[in-house]
């Protein structure tokens, strides 16, 4: 079979690029002292205060009912189908030290799951280098380093979304099931959940809803906690937090509005903007419906719609992916190539970018919160310069649908 793209004209810039964003995540993941585990600390001991028969919302920076496992940490929190379920990530159901271990071979496994999945999806359409770049991608997204750092779920759920958006056509209840399993950070994947209800692909929805009912289910049997209180502790735990951003218009709580209002209305710009790059991309690209660039628009609002950490970028990875795909079109212009570059770049290492915003910044809290809603309206404009570039390319579609 032909190859539909190739990577013989690609410039040295982009060589440049891989090397850039593999110096940077080294580096930084060394300057924060590598492997910390932060966040494998609080969300394990919710998993294990949950298993144990505790309501671990009322436990929240209160003295630790089992000393041997400790204080749940002021401003951790989690959906109530995670306290259970979350263990998958969390290890609950293993000491702290070990579930330290647990969680960062897991980060490594879903990579090279995700790794093995784009090989074998892509192989046959794209060259040798071409094939190679596409696989590099994932391995330096500094997201997924930082989520490594911490001890979070956030880059295991971006890698497993990825998965999912590739193999939805030929495995819908493999689907279904991550889908399932990504919702246990529902600031990542409803919004991505919005796109398979729009595309009428009921089945996976209809796992993933199974899923989070049989979660919340087991969270209210483990707990003894009727489910709709729990999801009322849910709000007030992770709204409680003055700390915590709550995406594209955070800023407005230093002005004395609700927290609440705040993620209702990020909610509705992140909806709005899917839908409307959804509409733009059918006016002009009509191909694009039925292949992987319509979860384009999904993706980048997840970064911005809602609650989110660095740690959550990493599905920009999938984005980043059809950049390239871009400069590696023979017929690209060398001023898109170049623009294509760049926004890659940018969704690659924004939080990078940012990381080193706020550390500069670390005394203003206004300031820091400001770098991060200036990255999401960045990341925002990057979306829809990429769904402008697609509907004047038009890059072959089997090469985002079929594949092997």
Same mark, same amino acid.
Request: charged share 10%.
């Given at each position: 079979?032909?190859?539909?793209?190739?990577?013989? #004209?690609?410039?040295?810039?982009?060589?440049?690029?891989?090397?850039?964003?593999? $110096?940077?995540?080294?580096?930084?993941?060394?300057?924060?002292?590598?492997?910390?585990?932060? +966040?494998?600390?609080?969300?394990?001991?919710?998993?294990?205060?949950?298993?144990? &028969?505790?309501?671990?919302?009322?436990?929240?920076?209160?003295?630790?009912?089992?000393?041997?496992? &400790?204080?749940?940490?002021?401003?951790?929190?989690?959906?109530?189908?995670?306290?259970?379920?979350?263990?998958?990530?969390?290890?609950?159901?293993?000491?702290?030290?070990?579930?330290?271990?647990?969680?960062?071979?897991?980060?490594?496994? $879903?990579?090279?799951? /995700?790794?093995?999945?784009?090989?074998?999806?892509?192989?046959? =359409?794209? *060259?040798?280098?071409?094939?190679?770049? =596409?696989?590099?991608?994932?391995? =330096?997204?500094?997201?997924?380093?930082?989520?490594?750092?911490?001890?979070?779920?956030?880059?295991?759920?971006?890698?497993?979304?990825?998965?999912?958006?590739?193999?939805?056509?030929?495995?819908?209840?493999?689907?279904?099931?991550?889908?399932?399993?990504?919702?246990?950070?529902?600031?990542?994947?409803?919004?991505?959940?919005?796109?398979?209800?729009?595309?009428?692909?009921?089945?996976?929805?209809?796992?993933?809803?199974?899923?989070?009912?049989?979660?919340?289910?087991?969270?209210?049997?483990?707990?003894?906690?009727?489910? /709709?209180?729990?999801?009322?502790?849910?709000?007030?735990?992770?709204?409680?937090?003055?700390?915590?951003?709550?995406?594209?218009?955070?800023?407005?709580?230093?002005?004395?509005? +609700?927290?609440?209002?705040?993620?209702?209305?990020?909610?509705?710009?992140?909806?709005?903007?899917?839908?409307?790059?959804?509409?733009?991309?059918?006016?002009?690209?009509?191909?694009?419906?039925?292949?992987?660039?319509?979860?384009?628009?999904?993706?980048?609002?997840?970064?911005?719609?809602?609650?989110?950490?660095?740690?959550?970028?990493?599905?920009?990875?999938?984005?980043?992916?059809?950049?390239?795909?871009?400069?590696?079109?023979?017929?690209?212009?060398?001023?898109? #190539?170049?623009?294509?570059?760049? *926004?890659?770049?940018?969704?690659?290492?924004?939080?990078?970018?940012?990381?080193?915003?706020?550390?500069?910044?670390?005394?203003?809290?206004? $300031? #820091? +919160?400001?770098?991060?809603?200036? +990255?999401? =309206?960045?990341?925002?404009?990057?979306?829809?310069?990429?769904?402008?570039?697609?509907?004047?390319?038009?890059?072959?579609?089997?090469?985002?649908?079929?594949?092997?």
């Amino acid at each position: 079979m032909k190859k539909l793209l190739s990577t013989e #004209r690609m410039p040295a810039l982009i060589i440049a690029f891989f090397l850039i964003c593999l $110096v940077a995540c080294v580096a930084l993941y060394l300057f924060l002292d590598g492997y910390t585990a932060v +966040d494998l600390i609080g969300h394990w001991r919710i998993c294990k205060y949950t298993l144990e &028969g505790y309501n671990p919302y009322v436990l929240i920076d209160e003295p630790a009912p089992i000393p041997s496992v &400790g204080t749940i940490p002021f401003g951790f929190s989690t959906v109530p189908w995670s306290c259970v379920f979350g263990s998958i990530f969390y290890g609950g159901f293993m000491p702290q030290n070990w579930a330290a271990v647990y969680i960062f071979a897991l980060h490594f496994l $879903v990579l090279l799951l /995700l790794l093995a999945v784009l090989y074998r999806k892509f192989n046959t =359409v794209l *060259s040798k280098k071409a094939l190679i770049t =596409v696989l590099l991608l994932p391995c =330096v997204h500094f997201s997924f380093t930082y989520s490594l750092h911490f001890g979070n779920a956030g880059g295991i759920i971006c890698y497993l979304i990825i998965i999912a958006f590739l193999i939805s056509r030929e495995h819908p209840i493999i689907t279904g099931i991550l889908l399932g399993v990504a919702m246990m950070k529902p600031q990542i994947a409803a919004i991505i959940c919005l796109v398979f209800l729009l595309k009428r692909q009921l089945l996976p929805l209809f796992i993933a809803a199974a899923i989070v009912l049989a979660g919340w289910g087991a969270t209210a049997l483990f707990t003894s906690t009727p489910p /709709l209180q729990l999801l009322a502790q849910t709000f007030g735990s992770g709204t409680a937090n003055s700390g915590q951003y709550l995406g594209l218009l955070n800023n407005l709580k230093f002005f004395g509005v +609700d927290s609440t209002l705040i993620l209702l209305l990020n909610m509705v710009i992140g909806v709005a903007y899917t839908l409307a790059l959804l509409h733009y991309i059918k006016k002009r690209y009509p191909a694009a419906c039925n292949s992987l660039f319509v979860f384009v628009p999904a993706c980048i609002a997840s970064t911005f719609w809602i609650y989110k950490n660095g740690t959550d970028y990493a599905i920009l990875t999938f984005v980043s992916f059809f950049f390239l795909l871009l400069c590696m079109k023979e017929n690209t212009p060398i001023k898109d #190539r170049i623009g294509s570059i760049l *926004s890659m770049g940018y969704l690659q290492m924004s939080r990078c970018i940012v990381y080193l915003g706020i550390f500069l910044c670390r005394d203003n809290i206004f $300031v #820091r +919160d400001l770098l991060k809603s200036a +990255d999401g =309206v960045i990341i925002a404009i990057i979306g829809v310069y990429l769904c402008k570039l697609y509907a004047t390319a038009k890059i072959e579609p089997v090469l985002e649908t079929q594949g092997k």
